[in-house]
T-cell receptor, first 113, second 111 residues
């Protein structure tokens, strides 16, 4: 799987949009970008994933650059409950390899009142 | 649906003891896996299974055994616990096209 690079920490004011960047410059054509988050002491939670088009769901939006070498997870209106570690993971989209995730250290997002 | 259920939530073992961490899912997912998370670190894959009767090793398999006799259950066995196995263990399941669904974790301390 392609290696990802994320900033170790970020702050965001409550009610503002949180934009979390991820660099994956070695991504290959069959690899998807996945985002998970882990709220303190809980199991990781799936947020969103995409291949090359921008994606949106009830939790967040995922913006992938045209060359697919980087992406941004957007939480449109951050709340205190969004304080968590956010993981950007790149992996193939099918077959046994698609089920193995490599978690890095992620970005610690702190939402400030 | 209960999702992914792990038991126990907390466990203290003495060095050399054995135990089994239980994991069950009710979503009919074919894929299940075990991760461990040490303080300040990301998750590391221990073992995984792509279906009943099929298991394989992940990044850190030493000291752990698994089996998958049913689609629903994927227990993780520690045969002889060591202090280095003190960690939080997460079980996860998924199906084709879905993200991974994680359990709430088992916090294991080996003294």
């Amino acid at each position: 799987d392609a290696k990802t690079t994320q900033p170790p920490s970020m702050d965001c004011a409550e009610g503002r949009a949180a934009n979390l960047p991820c660099n994956h410059s070695t991504i290959s054509g069959n690899e998807y970008v996945y985002w998970y988050r882990q709220i303190h002491s809980q199991g990781p939670q799936y947020i969103i994933h995409g291949l090359k088009n921008n994606e949106t769901n009830e939790m967040a939006s995922l913006i992938i650059t045209e060359d697919r070498k980087s992406s941004t997870l957007i939480l449109p209106h951050a709340t205190l409950r969004d304080t968590a570690v956010y993981y950007c993971i790149v992996r193939v989209g099918s077959g046994a390899g698609s089920y193995q995730l490599t978690f890095g250290k992620g970005t610690k997002l702190s939402v400030i009142p | 649906n209960a999702g992914v259920t792990q038991t126990p939530k907390f466990q203290v073992l003495k060095t050399g003891q054995s135990m089994t961490l239980q994991c069950a899912q009710d979503m009919n997912h074919e894929y299940m896996s075990w991760y461990r998370q040490d303080p300040g670190m990301g998750l590391r894959l221990i073992h995984y299974s792509v279906g009943a009767g099929i298991t394989d090793q992940g990044e850190v398999p030493n000291g752990y055994n698994v089996s998958r006799s049913t689609t629903e259950d994927f227990p993780l066995r520690l045969l002889s616990a060591a202090p280095s196995q003190t960690s939080v263990y997460f079980c996860a399941s998924s199906s084709s096209g879905t993200g991974l669904f994680f359990g709430q974790g088992t916090r294991l301390t080996v003294v």
